[in-house]
């Protein structure tokens, strides 16, 4: 199982950025898919997780209204659209998979399949 997160990069403050999440060896259609990220000296947190079974989302408070959650089950692909980024969104941000459903709301300890990450480092 294996899954690899692309996309990221430098943006200025403001600007957008998406994220990809491909899985090999296993589909993700049974499983439930979420972005974190992990800032240096703080803990890895949650940001956007989607469900397997009816795709309910759930956002964290910091990027609701900006960050986007979306699946390609025929891709075998998770994508994290992030538009008017700002300073506080620079981290090293990771996928990761669990056989769903999942019971938390987008809790790192729920999920036992992780990518390596991808830098997202927003900054003037």
């Known amino acids: 199982l294996q899954l690899v997160e692309s996309g990221g990069g430098l943006v200025q403050p403001g600007g957008s950025l998406r994220l990809s999440c491909a899985a090999s060896g296993f589909t993700l259609d049974y499983y439930d898919i979420g972005w974190f990220r992990q800032a240096p000296g703080k803990e890895r947190e949650g940001v956007s997780c989607i469900a397997s079974d009816d795709g309910s989302t759930n956002y964290a408070d910091s990027v609701k209204g900006r960050f986007t959650i979306s699946r390609d089950n025929a891709e075998n692909t998770v994508y994290l659209q992030m538009n008017s980024l700002k300073p506080e969104d620079t981290a090293h941000y990771y996928c990761?998979?669990?056989?769903?459903?999942?019971?938390?709301?987008?809790?790192?300890?729920?999920?036992?399949?992780w990518g390596q990450g991808t830098q997202v480092t927003v900054s003037s």
């Open positions: 990761a998979a669990a056989l769903g459903p999942v019971p938390g709301p987008c809790d790192p300890p729920d999920y036992d399949t």
